[in-house]
């Protein structure tokens, strides 16, 4: 019998997560330097939706969206938000949504009376960089906007998961397997993939099959990143597969 | 990283994945270690943590046990990631006799299945065989502690016979993993018993946690023998805490006596196992194994049957032991106890009473350490439960009080004070100690525990809102100052967060605020959970004008001793001296918050009823309530709330009339009232509540002339005054009250410093009105 006791391929657990972080400054961590940076962590990962989100609630452009988000991670990571995040329980995604609202709603008094050019407090969040390619938020709800961006960072975090694993493993041919069945545009079936790939469908239908189990496991480490417990972790994936109305209802909390 | 950034993904393309990982959504649960790696089977047991499967790795294909976990109510996070770590460490162990712990993650721990019985259920075995398995489990045990790692429980339920071939394989079970099972869910809150504590070691069930190491698993490998050997575990009891008492004051009935023909060799190896003191076994598990190997080869075992003067002295230490409850009471000179034997023996009465007083003490002081320690996992368990703790402490403080009516006892004053202590009545608790100290000055920990009631009398007389300090402020700093110094006189061998905790209070009460604060936080990096050293902390960092972080470590104090007075007191104390009135996050608090707050505040009139703050702090969450019900324009809900939160403040104001901010903040309901009923040449009542907020904030500046927000709010009242004036042609009057009003808002923005959360505020007021 095998003593291995290395599980290959699993992916490693992030050590952001939003569990970890409700349940405040830990031992070796007094003044919460390690929350603040798995909280950072957690803010670059999910800084789209949260500007996609600024931007239908009436930002001119991408670039004052990205202002007021950035504005918004800086000032959860300084006004001590975050020592008291116990009080909120539930996802990360709902209470980025709480809290968003009221800070956009806070911002806008204090534009009012703040004279203009005052100094402003940046942090190097890498997610603020690059083009934001912000989807038109023209006649969207805002909140239904950052619910979408999230599920597609969610699945584009998997993705990358899944082809830094299979990079890693040598089988960079089965990602790009799974990369053309599902997502190129002209919807390639099997024979086409295996035709492409100097395959038969045979090993396609088996790449697929092994790709697929790897993305799942992918795609609930990082779901589980944001999630407080069990419950939550069911009613975020119940969210991500049923649309819009399950996401509401998990939202509801106690 | 090289890697191409992946695009944009299309609606078409998040279709297709979704569906591609449609599976993930029926099966959440299992998927932790790797969704469909793992192929479920029968059900295997079920526990505490979890329930354990058969299970078949497709990966590897080797079945293996799975134990997919729950998340218990009751457990928290902490004990959770370090049951984890335990896991993990286990993991690293390879061994042939060691049930290897493949993986574990947050979700699930998958592990070598072995086909067998457990020793027992594995029924009577031969002596030999016995040997053979127990020896065979103590070296594996053995190269486990080379590796770091201790069992912490072991029981012939963790000992897994696989019967393959002609011989049995034995297996150990559960490595670093049972410990915090048990800890869980043997000791709940309700006290009944799940685990088996019949075969913790002595040092376990005292909780003696800094003695648990290799010998510990010596013990367990012992207790296991004897039970396989007797047919019965070494220790039974009614209940957890008779059955903990056996285990740390009694021996177990002789084997010999249970079954005559075992071989006395073999018994006396059991013997050595199973000594009280640690250091009276086995040096190492591998020592056993030796024994065990000689005995079955026949040959002369090294372990010798205790001799009479060392059982004489065990004897004489335990009753001391049993008297001096609470204090290690190890190592008790045998020529200075001799005489007392004797002399008990000769007055058998006496000897018979004090033997009843000392087993009723020790029962109390079960009573009292439980009380303390449940009282505490009670109350961080969450909200619901803070009531649970009052209760329990308030029960064990009822049997200290009904015992204290038949004898005066000076441990009995002792514990009292220390479960006073535990529910924040320090100047009660102070009483009892001292009274304690006449009566027994020699019990071990009472400078320590006098120290820090009197550090904690001086931390929480701070005043909160300008009265004077109590007289008694600096004798208790001084008293505390001796008497932690002379319980830290001393090095433990291992510090532990308590006597770091100590030190830190030692160096406050010495005045060494920088020193105090470095301590504390250690003691919190140590314990995060540690509620006193949190409070301290606040109090410590609102000094030192670290407003943020004194804030913060009110807010964790608070949410960890729900229910706690000098939680709330400490809270209010660090708030108000940060400018800010009682609440944090005026603006942020989510409604859930207010209702929790009202919960809590509730609980704690029922704690404390008539304490002026509790009220003060109810009108603050009335009255929050009824800002935000005016901003949704619910105008009924408001006028509601404001008429409670103003009845809250006439309470608090009844209690204690110069209570400045609750005069604010009815100055301030009185003006949202006046307001919403009409203000200005409108009803009757409306006027009335102008008057009343003007009133209330007069008199709250004149209590305290650098209150910032009554500046504010009075700033505020004038200008709605000044508008009045203006609709009424009254132009001489609304440019007097305007001028007020702008004087008032300069002294807000004067009053309220640099770091005023509402500085920007005040700001925008100035610059409207100049």
Same mark, same amino acid.
């Given at each position: 019998?095998?003593?291995?006791?290395?599980?290959?391929?699993?992916?490693?657990?992030?050590?952001?997560?939003?569990?970890?972080?409700?349940?405040?400054?830990?031992?070796?961590?007094?003044?919460?330097?390690?929350?603040?940076?798995?909280?950072?962590?957690?803010?670059?990962?999910?800084?789209?939706?949260?500007?996609?989100?600024?931007?239908?609630?009436?930002?001119?452009?991408?670039?004052?969206?990205?202002?007021?988000?950035?504005?918004?991670?800086?000032?959860? !990571?300084?006004?001590?938000?975050?020592?008291?995040?116990?009080?909120?329980?539930?996802?990360?995604?709902?209470?980025?949504?709480?809290?968003?609202?009221?800070?956009?709603?806070?911002?806008?008094?204090?534009?009012? =009376?703040?004279?203009?050019?005052? =100094?402003?407090?940046?942090?190097?969040?890498?997610?603020?960089?690059?083009?934001?390619?912000?989807?038109?938020?023209?006649?969207?709800?805002?909140?239904?906007?950052?619910?979408?961006?999230?599920?597609?960072?969610?699945?584009?975090?998997?993705?990358?998961? !899944?082809?830094?694993?299979?990079?890693?493993?040598?089988?960079?041919?089965?990602?790009?397997?799974?990369?053309?069945?599902?997502?190129?545009?002209?919807?390639?079936?099997?024979?086409?993939?295996?035709?492409?790939?100097?395959?038969?469908?045979?090993?396609?239908?088996?790449?697929?099959?092994?790709?697929?189990?790897?993305?799942?496991?992918?795609?609930?480490?990082?779901?589980?990143?944001?999630?407080?417990?069990?419950?939550?972790?069911?009613?975020?994936?119940?969210?991500?597969?049923?649309?819009?109305?399950?996401?509401?209802?998990?939202?509801?909390?106690? | 990283?090289?890697?191409?950034?992946?695009?944009?993904?299309?609606?078409?393309?998040?279709?297709?994945?979704?569906?591609?990982?449609?599976?993930?959504?029926?099966?959440?649960?299992?998927?932790?270690?790797?969704?469909?790696?793992?192929?479920?089977?029968?059900?295997?047991?079920?526990?505490?943590?979890?329930?354990?499967?058969?299970?078949?790795?497709?990966?590897?294909?080797?079945?293996?046990?799975?134990?997919?976990?729950?998340?218990?109510?009751?457990?928290?996070?902490?004990?959770?990631?370090?049951?984890?770590?335990?896991?993990?460490?286990?993991?690293?162990?390879?061994?042939?006799?060691?049930?290897?712990?493949?993986?574990?993650?947050?979700?699930?721990?998958?592990?070598?299945?072995?086909?067998?019985?457990?020793?027992?259920?594995?029924?009577?075995?031969?002596?030999?065989?016995?040997?053979?398995?127990?020896?065979?489990?103590?070296?594996?045990?053995?190269?486990?502690?080379?590796?770091?790692?201790?069992?912490?429980?072991?029981?012939?339920?963790?000992?897994?016979?696989? &019967?393959?071939?002609?011989?049995?394989?034995?297996?150990?079970?559960?490595?670093?993993?049972?410990?915090?099972?048990?800890?869980?869910?043997?000791?709940?809150?309700?006290?009944?018993?799940?685990?088996?504590?019949?075969?913790?070691?002595?040092?376990?069930?005292?909780?003696?946690?800094?003695?648990?190491?290799?010998?510990?698993?010596?013990?367990?490998?012992?207790?296991?023998?004897?039970?396989?050997?007797?047919?019965?575990?070494?220790?039974?009891?009614?209940?957890?805490?008779?059955?903990?008492?056996?285990?740390?004051?009694?021996?177990? &009935?002789?084997?010999?006596?249970?079954?005559?023909?075992?071989?006395?060799?073999?018994?006396?190896?059991?013997?050595?196992?199973?000594?009280?003191?640690?250091?009276?076994?086995?040096?190492?598990?591998?020592?056993?194994?030796?024994?065990?190997?000689?005995?079955?080869?026949?040959?002369?075992?090294?372990?010798?049957?205790?001799?009479?003067?060392?059982?004489?002295?065990?004897?004489?230490?335990?009753?001391?032991?049993?008297?001096?409850?609470?204090?290690?009471?190890?190592?008790?000179?045998?020529?200075?106890?001799?005489?007392?034997?004797?002399?008990?023996?000769?007055?058998?009465?006496?000897?018979? &009473?004090?033997?009843?007083?000392?087993?009723?003490?020790?029962?109390?002081?079960?009573?009292?350490?439980?009380?303390?320690?449940?009282?505490?996992?009670?109350?961080?368990?969450?909200?619901?439960?803070?009531?649970?703790?009052?209760?329990?402490?308030?029960?064990?403080?009822?049997?200290?009080?009904?015992?204290?009516?038949?004898?005066?006892?000076?441990?009995?004053?002792?514990?009292?004070?220390?479960?006073?202590?535990?529910?924040?009545?320090?100047?009660?608790?102070?009483?009892?100690?001292?009274?304690?100290?006449?009566?027994?000055?020699?019990?071990?920990?009472?400078?320590?525990?006098?120290?820090?009631?009197?550090?904690?009398?001086?931390?929480?007389?701070?005043?909160?809102?300008?009265?004077?300090?109590?007289?008694?402020?600096?004798?208790?700093?001084?008293?505390?100052?001796?008497?932690?110094?002379?319980?830290?006189?001393?090095?433990?061998?291992?510090?532990?967060?308590?006597?770091?905790?100590?030190?830190?209070?030692?160096?406050?009460?010495?005045?060494?605020?920088?020193?105090?604060?470095?301590?504390?936080?250690?003691?919190?990096?140590?314990?995060?959970?540690?509620?006193?050293?949190?409070?301290?902390?606040?109090?410590?960092?609102?000094?030192?004008?670290?407003?943020?972080?004194?804030?913060?470590?009110?807010?964790?104090?608070?949410?960890?001793?729900?229910?706690?007075?000098?939680?709330?007191?400490?809270?209010?104390?660090?708030?108000?001296?940060?400018?800010?009135?009682?609440?944090?996050?005026?603006?942020?608090?989510?409604?859930?918050?207010?209702?929790?707050?009202?919960?809590?505040?509730?609980?704690?009139?029922?704690?404390?009823?008539?304490?002026?703050?509790?009220?003060?702090? &109810?009108?603050?969450?009335?009255?929050?309530?009824?800002?935000?019900?005016?901003?949704?324009?619910?105008?009924?809900?408001?006028?509601?709330?404001?008429?409670?939160?103003?009845?809250?403040?006439?309470?608090?104001?009844?209690?204690?009339?110069?209570?400045?901010?609750?005069?604010?903040?009815?100055?301030?309901?009185?003006?949202?009232?006046?307001?919403?009923?009409?203000?200005?040449?409108?009803?009757?009542?409306?006027?009335?509540?102008?008057?009343?907020?003007?009133?209330?904030?007069?008199?709250?500046?004149?209590?305290?002339?650098?209150?910032?927000?009554?500046?504010?709010?009075?700033?505020?009242?004038?200008?709605?005054?000044?508008?009045?004036?203006?609709?009424?042609?009254?132009?001489?009057?609304?440019?007097?009250?305007?001028?007020?009003?702008?004087?008032?808002?300069?002294?807000?923005?004067?009053?309220?410093?640099?770091?005023?959360?509402?500085?920007?505020?005040?700001?925008?007021?100035?610059?409207?009105?100049?």
């Amino acid at each position: 019998m095998s003593q291995d006791a290395d599980l290959r391929g699993t992916p490693a657990f992030p050590s952001t997560r939003w569990s970890e972080l409700v349940a405040g400054p830990g031992q070796g961590d007094p003044d919460g330097a390690a929350a603040r940076a798995a909280f950072e962590a957690l803010a670059v990962r999910y800084w789209r939706p949260v500007a996609a989100y600024v931007r239908a609630r009436g930002a001119r452009d991408d670039d004052e969206a990205r202002d007021a988000t950035q504005d918004f991670f800086v000032w959860m !990571l300084e006004s001590g938000f975050l020592a008291r995040l116990d009080r909120s329980r539930g996802t990360f995604r709902g209470f980025i949504k709480r809290t968003l609202k009221n800070f956009l709603h806070d911002l806008e008094r204090k534009r009012r =009376t703040v004279r203009r050019g005052g =100094t402003r407090n940046l942090l190097p969040l890498s997610g603020a960089e690059g083009d934001l390619d912000l989807p038109d938020p023209a006649g969207r709800d805002p909140e239904a906007l950052l619910d979408d961006v999230w599920r597609q960072e969610l699945l584009a975090r998997a993705l990358d998961g !899944l082809e830094a694993e299979l990079a890693a493993r040598g089988k960079q041919r089965t990602f790009r397997v799974f990369r053309d069945y599902f997502l190129s545009e002209e919807e390639l079936d099997y024979a086409a993939v295996a035709a492409r790939h100097d395959m038969t469908g045979v090993d396609v239908s088996n790449a697929l099959a092994a790709a697929k189990k790897r993305f799942r496991a992918h795609l609930r480490a990082c779901v589980l990143e944001t999630v407080g417990g069990d419950e939550d972790l069911r009613a975020e994936l119940a969210w991500l597969f049923g649309g819009e109305n399950a996401g509401r209802a998990s939202e509801a909390g106690p | 990283m090289s890697r191409e950034p992946t695009p944009r993904l299309t609606p078409r393309a998040i279709e297709r994945l979704l569906a591609a990982a449609a599976p993930l959504r029926e099966r959440p649960d299992v998927g932790a270690l790797d969704l469909e790696r793992y192929e479920l089977g029968e059900v295997l047991g079920r526990g505490g943590m979890g329930i354990v499967y058969a299970a078949f790795d497709r990966e590897l294909g080797r079945r293996v046990a799975l134990k997919v976990l729950s998340r218990p109510a009751g457990m928290r996070d902490s004990a959770r990631q370090r049951f984890l770590r335990e896991a993990k460490a286990a993991a690293r162990l390879s061994h042939p006799h060691i049930a290897t712990v493949y993986d574990a993650t947050p979700e699930a721990i998958a592990m070598q299945r072995v086909d067998g019985e457990t020793l027992s259920e594995a029924g009577t075995l031969d002596p030999r065989r016995l040997a053979e398995l127990v020896r065979d489990a103590a070296l594996a045990i053995h190269f486990a502690h080379g590796e770091g790692v201790v069992h912490r429980d072991l029981k012939p339920g963790n000992l897994m016979v696989e &019967r393959s071939s002609d011989r049995a394989h034995v297996y150990v079970m559960d490595f670093g993993l049972a410990k915090e099972l048990a800890v869980d869910s043997s000791l709940s809150i309700s006290g009944s018993v799940v685990g088996t504590p019949g075969y913790m070691a002595p040092e376990q069930a005292a909780g003696r946690g800094q003695e648990v190491g290799p010998q510990t698993d010596v013990y367990g490998l012992g207790a296991t023998l004897y039970a396989c050997l007797a047919g019965r575990p070494p220790f039974e009891g009614e209940d957890v805490y008779a059955l903990l008492r056996s285990v740390v004051e009694e021996e177990p &009935r002789p084997l010999a006596a249970l079954v005559p023909r075992v071989d006395p060799d073999l018994a006396t190896i059991v013997e050595k196992c199973m000594a009280k003191e640690p250091a009276q076994r086995y040096p190492s598990a591998l020592a056993l194994a030796s024994d065990l190997d000689r005995w079955l080869r026949g040959e002369p075992i090294q372990a010798r049957p205790p001799s009479l003067v060392y059982r004489l002295r065990r004897f004489v230490s335990r009753r001391q032991g049993a008297i001096a409850v609470g204090v290690a009471a190890a190592g008790v000179a045998l020529l200075a106890a001799l005489p007392f034997v004797i002399h008990a023996r000769g007055r058998r009465a006496a000897a018979e &009473r004090e033997r009843e007083l000392a087993d009723s003490l020790f029962e109390l002081s079960r009573r009292v350490q439980t009380a303390l320690s449940e009282a505490r996992e009670t109350r961080q368990s969450g909200v619901g439960h803070e009531l649970g703790a009052f209760h329990i402490l308030e029960g064990a403080i009822a049997d200290c009080r009904a015992a204290l009516a038949q004898t005066e006892v000076g441990y009995v004053r002792f514990f009292l004070g220390r479960l006073l202590a535990a529910q924040g009545r320090f100047d009660e608790a102070l009483v009892a100690l001292d009274r304690a100290g006449e009566l027994r000055p020699d019990i071990q920990g009472l400078p320590r525990e006098r120290g820090l009631v009197l550090a904690a009398l001086f931390r929480d007389a701070v005043p909160v809102f300008g009265e004077t300090p109590p007289a008694e402020l600096e004798t208790w700093r001084a008293r505390a100052l001796a008497d932690l110094e002379r319980s830290l006189a001393g090095e433990p061998s291992v510090p532990t967060a308590d006597w770091i905790f100590a030190e830190g209070q030692r160096a406050w009460m010495a005045g060494d605020l920088e020193a105090a604060i470095e301590k504390h936080r250690e003691v919190v990096e140590m314990d995060v959970a540690h509620q006193e050293a949190h409070l301290s902390l606040a109090r410590l960092y609102s000094l030192a004008d670290r407003v943020e972080l004194a804030m913060r470590h009110s807010v964790i104090a608070s949410d960890l001793m729900r229910g706690h007075r000098p939680a709330y007191v400490a809270g209010g104390n660090v708030r108000s001296s940060s400018g800010e009135p009682l609440l944090p996050d005026r603006e942020l608090l989510p409604l859930e918050g207010l209702r929790e707050l009202l919960v809590d505040f509730n609980l704690l009139l029922q704690i404390e009823p008539g304490d002026a703050n509790t009220f003060g702090l &109810r009108g603050q969450v009335r009255l929050r309530q009824a800002v935000r019900a005016s901003r949704k324009g619910n105008r009924d809900g408001a006028l509601e709330n404001l008429e409670m939160a103003v009845r809250e403040y006439d309470a608090c104001l009844t209690v204690d009339p110069s209570h400045a901010a609750a005069l604010v903040n009815r100055g301030v309901c009185n003006a949202h009232l006046a307001r919403l009923l009409g203000a200005g040449p409108g009803p009757e009542c409306a006027r009335r509540a102008l008057e009343g907020a003007r009133a209330d904030l007069d008199r709250a500046l004149e209590l305290d002339p650098a209150l910032a927000v009554a500046h504010f709010d009075r700033a505020l009242l004038r200008l709605r005054r000044s508008q009045i004036a203006q609709l009424a042609f009254d132009a001489e009057g609304a440019r007097t009250e305007r001028e007020k009003a702008r004087a008032d808002a300069r002294a807000a923005l004067l009053a309220a410093g640099e770091e005023h959360p509402w500085g920007w505020r005040f700001e925008e007021l100035v610059e409207e009105l100049e």
